[in-house]
């Protein structure tokens, strides 16, 4: 029964999808049914009466970018597990201050690392660590 | 968490210190020397604790079950581990660039096969799973230089994620019925048709069932490698580094079937026809692919590749036969474990020694050729690839034929005489291929140019392995008993 | 019995649709990066499913595995730009047919 009803709630949403579609459609469709086509040597560019676009869209950008993504990408999804515990502080008590401290303590030493070996620095990527390498 | 609970964690806990000591190593001190050191008393250290809980059986919170059937496959997994530290500190020491971070990396993935070993629960599981898997990618793409552990890298990342993404799906299809994520309760009282739990009509709740485990057995299969979802295995084997090609071969897929074993005994799958005649199936498949593409292989590595499809296949078959054996599915256990032991034993031997000629000459050597004519250039390593491939193709007085047997009896006691004909004509394929390699190794070292003069820990190494193969197939009670006596 | 507005049923569909969608771009595409974003499609719904069916039985161990496949999906996904860059630098293309030279 729930189900059903739950349905039924949900049935305003497609028609709503479904004139949305039959409204783009018809827009488009008009559009290209009688619109003009022109080719002249402006209409390809970005910003058909704008400014004149200068230089190549391909730009090369430092990996370093890349570098720091990645990191945040892996450091940023640490503080889920951070946040999930500090719902539960008071369910967990010493118990899991502990676990929490320990967790911090190995993303510490990875951030030592990460320091260490380099990878942070901008632009003169692995100076330090090949001075240590023995 | 109590003290028991620390004790029976201690293996995993001797790893994690181990590899943040390595990581602050590495930050501080770049010593390939050192790294080493410390990489092997880690291991050496784990494999302490593990003896010491040997005959522990402890279930440490819902997650993990330490008892000693998965114990036994830890110790052969770490002591799996500290060998191919030897072989590739031998790999490493002669390669430009950094190279410390491939102990690290080691010391990790095989944490993630402790983990998987030791796993009741999805989230263990899941975790002990890409664990090693995500380790496992950096070590494939070490030698970053070379084109081909790049592909293979990208390939095994894709596939492998690929895979979990249709095993984590199954698990969640089957929660949605069951509710539960602990695999003793993950089927529990859905053998019988009639029940139904949730909102699903009893006809959906099937079919969902059915659809979570095929994705679950299409996931496992993956990472066995099994025929038909094998394809990655050759390309990834042959393109890793030579250690990690052992390190593939033995401890990820044998911590893949322990953790594979336990859910399928513990979680009850074999109630399920669907599952065991699928199961069937793959078995039939992987024998008869894996023995007649390893055929045409000059590439040893690819060879392994096949023979290992093969191998897995053989021990499905264990898997299939214990249902109608007993009702709990118990009598897998001893077989596959014993199996299970003698491959990882036998088939590091053949990648290590591969690692080992790749190493003297400093550069990935895998064909046929390279093996040329090495009774006259090194006799006694010789000898112990040509045990490893007899034991390969399962010829007696080696762990490989006591394997055979074992499962040859079990499949004789349940009647699947379908497989033990596969099962014996795969037997018949694979004595041709692994002969072919025993005689290239008598023909005229003139032929082969590449040298093999490894250091004194491989050498050891190597033939301790070699006499373990031959101990557990001339002396097989001990082990037996021991399997026999903790299921 | 079943707190959700929305019936399980659907949300099950959804994450299959959506499973079915990463698995079809994984096997079309040929640009590493796009597969790498399928792969995150399919964690993804596998993910939408658990978290689906942790409301439905009113659990949170289902979320406890969504915020194991985030964390999952991230480290896959650091791993593998990594690997594109590399293969970029080596191949100077991201096209897998290209990078793919090895039999089989």
Same mark, same amino acid.
């Given at each position: 029964?729930?189900?059903?009803?739950?349905?039924?709630?949900?049935?305003?949403?497609?028609?709503?999808?479904?004139?949305?579609?039959?409204?783009?459609?018809?827009?488009?469709?008009?559009?290209?049914?009688?619109?003009?086509?022109?080719?002249?040597?402006?209409?390809?560019?970005?910003?058909?009466?704008?400014?004149?676009?200068?230089?190549?869209?391909?730009?090369?950008?430092?990996?370093?970018?890349?570098?720091?993504?990645?990191?945040?990408?892996?450091?940023?999804?640490?503080? %889920? @597990? !951070?946040?999930?515990?500090? =719902? &539960?502080?008071?369910?967990?008590?010493?118990? $899991?201050? #502990?676990?929490?401290? %320990? @967790? !911090?303590?190995?993303?510490? =030493? &990875?951030?030592?690392?990460?320091?260490?070996? $380099?990878? #942070?620095?901008?632009? %003169?990527?692995?100076?330090?660590?090949?001075?240590?390498?023995? | 968490?109590?003290?028991?609970?620390?004790?029976?964690?201690?293996?995993?806990?001797?790893?994690?210190?181990?590899?943040?000591?390595?990581?602050?190593?590495?930050?501080?001190?770049?010593?390939?020397?050192?790294?080493?050191?410390?990489?092997?008393?880690?291991?050496?250290?784990?494999?302490?604790?593990?003896?010491?809980?040997?005959?522990?059986?402890?279930?440490?919170?819902?997650?993990?079950?330490?008892?000693?059937?998965?114990?036994?496959?830890?110790?052969?997994?770490?002591?799996?581990?500290?060998?191919?530290?030897?072989?590739?500190?031998?790999?490493?020491?002669?390669?430009?660039?950094?190279?410390?971070?491939?102990?690290?990396?080691?010391?990790?993935?095989?944490?993630?096969?402790?983990?998987?070993?030791?796993?009741?629960?999805?989230?263990?599981?899941?975790?002990?799973?890409?664990?090693?898997?995500?380790?496992?990618?950096?070590?494939?793409?070490?030698?970053?230089?070379?084109?081909?552990?790049?592909?293979?890298?990208?390939?095994?990342?894709?596939?492998?994620?690929?895979?979990?993404?249709?095993?984590?799906?199954?698990?969640?299809?089957?929660?949605?019925?069951?509710?539960?994520?602990?695999?003793?309760?993950?089927?529990?009282?859905?053998?019988?048709?009639?029940?139904?739990?949730?909102?699903?009509?009893?006809?959906?709740?099937?079919?969902?069932?059915?659809?979570?485990?095929?994705?679950?057995?299409?996931?496992?299969?993956?990472?066995?490698?099994?025929?038909?979802?094998?394809?990655?295995?050759?390309?990834?084997?042959?393109?890793?580094?030579?250690?990690?090609?052992?390190?593939?071969?033995?401890?990820?897929?044998?911590?893949?079937?322990?953790?594979?074993?336990?859910?399928?005994?513990?979680?009850?799958?074999?109630?399920?026809?669907?599952?065991?005649?699928?199961?069937?199936?793959?078995?039939?498949?992987?024998?008869?692919?894996?023995?007649?593409?390893?055929?045409?292989?000059?590439?040893?590595?690819?060879?392994?590749?096949?023979?290992?499809?093969?191998?897995?296949?053989?021990?499905?078959?264990?898997?299939?036969?214990?249902?109608?054996?007993?009702?709990?599915?118990?009598?897998?256990?001893?077989?596959?474990?014993?199996?299970?032991?003698?491959?990882?034993?036998?088939?590091?031997?053949?990648?290590?020694?591969?690692?080992?000629?790749?190493?003297?000459?400093?550069?990935?050597?895998?064909?046929?050729?390279?093996?040329?004519?090495?009774?006259?250039?090194?006799?006694?390593?010789?000898?112990?690839?040509?045990?490893?491939?007899?034991?390969?193709?399962?010829?007696?007085?080696?762990?490989?034929?006591?394997?055979?047997?074992?499962?040859?009896?079990?499949?004789?006691?349940?009647?699947?005489?379908?497989?033990?004909?596969?099962?014996?004509?795969?037997?018949?394929?694979?004595?041709?291929?692994?002969?072919?390699?025993?005689?290239?190794?008598?023909?005229?070292?003139?032929?082969?140019?590449?040298?093999?003069?490894?250091?004194?820990?491989?050498?050891?190494?190597?033939?301790?392995?070699?006499?373990?193969?031959?101990?557990?197939?001339?002396?097989?009670?001990?082990?037996?008993?021991?399997?026999?006596?903790?299921? | 019995?079943?707190?959700?507005?929305?019936?399980?049923?659907?949300?099950?569909?959804?994450?299959?649709?959506?499973?079915?969608?990463?698995?079809?771009?994984?096997?079309?595409?040929?640009?590493?990066?796009?597969?790498?974003?399928?792969?995150?499609?399919?964690?993804?719904?596998?993910?939408?499913?658990?978290?689906?069916?942790?409301?439905?039985?009113?659990?949170?161990?289902?979320?406890?595995?969504?915020?194991?496949?985030?964390?999952?999906?991230?480290?896959?996904?650091?791993?593998?730009?990594?690997?594109?860059?590399?293969?970029?630098?080596?191949?100077?293309?991201?096209?897998?047919?290209?990078?793919?030279?090895?039999?089989?």
């Amino acid at each position: 029964m729930e189900n059903l009803a739950a349905e039924q709630s949900i049935l305003p949403v497609f028609v709503f999808f479904g004139a949305i579609l039959l409204l783009v459609a018809t827009m488009l469709g008009i559009a290209s049914v009688l619109g003009e086509r022109k080719q002249t040597k402006t209409t390809d560019l970005p910003y058909e009466s704008g400014i004149i676009a200068v230089g190549s869209s391909q730009v090369r950008l430092s990996v370093d970018f890349f570098l720091i993504a990645i990191f945040f990408v892996i450091f940023d999804l640490e503080t %889920v @597990f !951070i946040f999930a515990w500090a =719902i &539960a502080f008071f369910e967990l008590g010493w118990h $899991g201050y #502990l676990a929490v401290v %320990v @967790f !911090i303590l190995i993303l510490t =030493i &990875a951030l030592i690392y990460e320091w260490k070996s $380099g990878a #942070l620095n901008w632009g %003169v990527k692995s100076q330090t660590a090949r001075k240590e390498t023995s | 968490m109590t003290g028991t609970d620390f004790l029976a964690l201690s293996p995993i806990i001797a790893l994690a210190v181990g590899a943040s000591v390595l990581l602050l190593q590495i930050a501080f001190l770049r010593n390939l020397k050192l790294t080493t050191g410390i990489t092997v008393v880690t291991f050496l250290a784990c494999l302490f604790f593990l003896f010491y809980i040997t005959k522990l059986n402890h279930q440490t919170t819902p997650l993990l079950l330490v008892d000693p059937l998965s114990t036994f496959f830890s110790i052969v997994f770490v002591l799996c581990a500290c060998i191919t530290t030897f072989i590739s500190y031998e790999y490493l020491k002669n390669r430009p660039g950094r190279n410390d971070e491939f102990f690290l990396l080691v010391v990790l993935a095989t944490m993630g096969s402790i983990v998987l070993t030791y796993a009741t629960h999805l989230a263990s599981f899941i975790l002990g799973l890409e664990l090693m898997g995500i380790a496992l990618y950096g070590l494939i793409a070490y030698p970053h230089q070379d084109d081909m552990s790049l592909e293979a890298a990208i390939k095994y990342l894709v596939l492998s994620g690929a895979s979990s993404a249709a095993l984590l799906f199954g698990f969640a299809l089957l929660y949605a019925i069951t509710g539960s994520l602990f695999f003793p309760d993950l089927l529990s009282g859905l053998a019988s048709p009639e029940v139904a739990v949730g909102p699903q009509s009893p006809f959906w709740a099937r079919q969902l069932i059915l659809l979570g485990s095929a994705l679950i057995l299409a996931g496992i299969s993956f990472k066995l490698s099994l025929a038909p979802f094998h394809m990655w295995t050759p390309d990834v084997y042959e393109g890793s580094p030579a250690p990690i090609t052992g390190f593939l071969a033995t401890i990820s897929k044998g911590a893949v079937f322990a953790a594979t074993l336990r859910l399928y005994v513990i979680g009850e799958f074999h109630n399920f026809p669907t599952i065991v005649t699928g199961l069937t199936i793959l078995s039939i498949i992987s024998i008869l692919v894996g023995n007649l593409l390893a055929l045409r292989q000059e590439n040893i590595k690819r060879l392994l590749a096949y023979s290992s499809i093969a191998h897995f296949g053989y021990l499905l078959i264990a898997l299939i036969a214990a249902g109608t054996l007993t009702p709990n599915g118990i009598s897998a256990i001893e077989p596959s474990a014993y199996y299970l032991a003698g491959y990882i034993f036998t088939t590091l031997i053949a990648t290590g020694l591969i690692a080992a000629i790749s190493s003297s000459n400093n550069e990935e050597n895998a064909n046929l050729s390279d093996i040329a004519g090495l009774f006259w250039k090194n006799p006694l390593l010789a000898l112990c690839l040509s045990v490893s491939l007899l034991s390969l193709a399962g010829i007696p007085l080696t762990a490989g034929f006591i394997g055979k047997l074992y499962i040859f009896q079990m499949g004789v006691e349940a009647g699947a005489w379908l497989l033990l004909s596969i099962l014996i004509i795969g037997s018949g394929i694979g004595i041709y291929y692994y002969l072919r390699l025993i005689f290239s190794m008598t023909t005229d070292p003139s032929s082969s140019r590449s040298t093999l003069a490894p250091a004194l820990p491989v050498t050891v190494s190597l033939i301790t392995l070699t006499i373990l193969v031959l101990y557990l197939g001339i002396y097989p009670q001990p082990l037996m008993e021991y399997l026999l006596w903790n299921t | 019995m079943n707190p959700l507005i929305i019936p399980l049923s659907h949300v099950l569909m959804l994450a299959a649709l959506l499973f079915t969608a990463g698995l079809l771009g994984l096997l079309i595409r040929r640009n590493v990066i796009f597969i790498l974003m399928s792969l995150e499609v399919m964690l993804n719904a596998a993910a939408l499913a658990f978290v689906g069916a942790s409301a439905h039985w009113g659990q949170t161990d289902g979320q406890i595995i969504l915020l194991l496949i985030l964390t999952i999906a991230a480290a896959e996904v650091a791993v593998g730009l990594g690997l594109v860059l590399q293969i970029q630098r080596r191949f100077k293309t991201l096209d897998l047919d290209v990078v793919s030279r090895m039999r089989g």
